[in-house]
């Protein structure tokens, strides 16, 4: 199969993009002829990663641009964005991929603090950075969303709640931005399982089989798998598509359990 070209002269912005499922979404955006911008607080790896995705295509060192930024930040977010448009021309795809979650157990011991940090972050961040996507091109020219939520935020976990909850309210943002932004802005989101990054490796390492056990595909999921659909929802093929939480998650929720 040879890689469709169908970002050509379009481009991209994915908060978090330094490693895991950011990483992949602006590697497949790139192959596919994207130019894009990665975000992340860590200088170095950012740097990393953003000469990886330079020396993945030919001319990718004119089509990657990263930008050190913490998604919680007013400032950041405008300067993510508007060092965006300033070198590309365009910001025609924004993906909200940024997660955090410090809080794990029983919500009645929580530390408020952190609950309200993941909040901030998770869902607070994601629309300032459709509000400033919107402001400085999208309203005006048009564009698409995908949102990175997870299949903690459609069934109750128990173990990341606050976390759960924060993407449970991701989604519903994702619903509200498709209907207040759309003709010109398609909105959608995404909603993984388990997938074997360096941020879910507490729930995994040392136990695999036994974490991939309940999956119908019995595996976990990989950073390509979930890059695959996002692409998909942010391009023309996905022209009559807004408002969707789509489930990449090996068949887990069909089972009935999380």
Known sequence: MTTPNDFAGRTALITSGSRGIGFAIAEELLS???????TARKADDLDAAAGKLAASVEGGA???LAVVANTGSDEARAEAVGSTVERFGSLDVLINNTGINPVFGFLMEADLNAVRKIFDTNVVGALGFVQQAWKAW?????????NVASVAGLRSSGVIAAYGASKAALIRLTEELAWQLGPKVRVNAVAPAVVKTKFAEHLYTGREDDAAANYPLKRLGAPED?????AFLASDAASWISGETVRVDGGLLATGTL
């Not at 999208?138 to 995908?146: L, P, S, W, Y």
């Not at 979930?226 to 996002?230: E, Q, Y």
């Open 138 to 146: 999208m309203g005006e020219h048009g564009g698409a969303v995908v």
């Open 62 to 64: 004119d089509r990657v």
């Open 32 to 38: 596919r002829g994207a130019s894009v911008t990665i």
């Open 226 to 230: 979930v890059a695959g659909l996002v």
